[in-house]
């Protein structure tokens, strides 16, 4: 017993089945999803840190707001310079007013498009209230006053610029922490996930792959394989169970050796029994054959000649007598044409004297002469000297199969063909019957087709016999050819 190794699994080149690769699939997704989380990441916070930047540089690099409300100090302190300088008569000088006063509405419209916030918004009100005052008393004493007030308007909207500049950089700072923060969480949370796949991968895709790779072999036969027994708890659970049933199996597929080797021995057992039971029945039949022909035959002969020497010597005027005795003589003709027939049929002598091809011959013709049934047989070659075991076997199987004939088919022709196809000796015959069933010739109820069988075995060859409806039946028999000198 050893475990499934990679180059196991190399060499099956087997076909995947649909699911196998699906954990794999979830994977390679999960890997392109966290590298794209990682990738868009990266970009954020850069992003981020080109973000903070610019608003930094907005909030120490006045912003349009800031811009304007300095050019109308700037602008307003100049109109005020021109202003004292300025004689009372009208004259060049007036023109220069009327300029500056067009840049500090310019400034203060400028202004105006970058409000966001109420308080600046309040503010611009009041500066434009008294920018309009100031205006309107052009030059009065009491534009000191209300210049004071601009002054001080715009010392406290220069302030707000300023400190709503460093509260804006306090939120981007604090947004870009918070937006940092973020980002790196989402590296963090996609590096735990790669860790988390790759965990899966090791112990629970491979020792899936693994019991999968384990079943592949075992469908095709490699029993001796076994899944290793790790990974989560249900795949070692499946994989301990999956060898549990190939140690059952193997255990099995053992006892079964046993007990099929204890099947053949008693089959070869049974099957030496039946060789020596066939050889002992035609030593008998050979014996009794000889001892009928030899023994009786010589007393029937015995027998005649007296009834004759007895017949030879009774007068002629007692042919009551003499009829008796010629009634006698013919009684024992017929006796000695019947034990010749016995005799014949317990072991045909033209078996012994002339060989297998001239017996089939000699039984063909008694066969036809006996049911009238036309039979031909068809012999390769003459003369073959076959082993006598096996020259009986042949015999006696073609004996049978033409008394089935006789009794079972309902023939009217039979052809016998005997062929040396080296290495074999092929026996067939075949009728023109009604033909044997399939179940008839698949029984072993029939104790003439078991003993073609057993005769054919018996000599290291196989029978066969088939049959269909009104196409007769056929006999086959193949034994390997043995002469004489090899027996």
Avoid at 207 to 218: F, R, W, Y
Avoid at 285 to 314: C, Y
Avoid at 473 to 486: H, K, Q, S
């Amino acid at each position: 017993m050893r475990t499934l190794t990679f180059a196991d699994t190399k060499a099956m080149s087997q076909p995947r089945a649909p699911g196998v690769r699906t954990a794999r699939k979830l994977l390679v997704g999960f890997g392109i999803g966290v590298a794209f989380i990682a990738v868009c990441s990266i970009g954020a916070l850069l992003a981020l840190n080109h973000l903070n930047a610019i608003v930094r540089h907005l909030a120490y690099d006045p912003v349009p707001g800031a811009a304007a409300i300095a050019r109308f100090a700037n602008d307003f302190n100049q109109y005020r310079v021109l202003e004292v300088s300025s004689p009372s008569s009208k004259g060049p000088r007036d023109a220069a007013l009327d300029l500056k006063a067009a840049d500090i509405r310019r400034d203060l419209k400028a202004y105006d498009g970058t409000i966001t916030q109420d308080t600046d918004r309040r503010q611009f009100g009041e500066l434009v209230a008294l920018w309009g005052n100031y205006a309107d008393l052009d030059g009065a004493v009491a534009a000191q006053g209300v210049s004071e007030k601009i002054d001080a308007l715009l010392v406290d909207m220069i302030e707000w610029n300023r400190l709503e500049g460093i509260r804006s950089i306090e939120r981007a700072d604090s947004a870009t922490r918070a937006a940092s923060v973020t980002v790196l969480s989402m590296l963090v949370a996609a590096l735990l996930l790669s860790a988390l796949a790759l965990y899966f991968n090791r112990t629970v895709e491979r020792p899936m792959n693994a019991l999968a790779e384990t079943a592949h072999a075992v469908a095709h036969g490699n029993l001796d394989v076994r899944a290793p027994v790790s990974g989560p708890l249900e795949v070692a659970t499946v994989a301990a169970e999956l060898n549990r049933m190939l140690d059952a199996r193997a255990q099995a597929d053992a006892e079964a050796r046993v007990l099929n080797a204890a099947i053949e021995e008693s089959r070869g057992q049974l099957q030496r029994l039946t060789a020596g039971l066939l050889m002992a029945r035609e030593e008998e039949r050979t014996r009794i054959a000889r001892e009928i022909h030899d023994t009786l035959g010589q007393s029937l002969t015995a027998l005649k000649m007296d009834v004759g020497w007895i017949g030879r010597r009774l007068p002629d005027d007692t042919p009551a007598t003499l009829a008796k005795l010629a009634a006698m003589t013919a009684l024992i003709d017929e006796t000695v044409v019947t034990v010749r027939r016995i005799a014949t049929e317990l072991r045909p002598g033209v078996l012994d004297d002339l060989g297998l091809v001239a017996a089939l011959e000699w039984q063909a013709q008694e066969f036809e002469h006996r049911t009238g049934i036309s039979c031909a047989l068809r012999a390769s070659v003459d003369d073959i000297e076959a082993d006598p075991l096996l020259s009986t076997a042949v015999f006696r199987i073609f004996q049978e199969s033409l008394t089935n004939i006789a009794r079972h088919s309902g023939a009217s022709r039979v052809a016998v063909t005997l062929e040396h196809l080296d290495p074999d000796l092929i026996l067939e015959v075949h009728d023109n019957g009604v033909g044997i069933a399939q179940a008839d010739a698949s029984s072993g109820r029939s104790i003439g087709l078991v003993g073609m069988r057993e005769r054919a075995l018996l000599v290291g060859g196989d029978f066969s016999i088939s049959g269909a409806a009104g196409a007769g039946t056929a006999v086959r028999v193949r034994i390997p050819w043995r002469g004489r000198a090899e027996a």
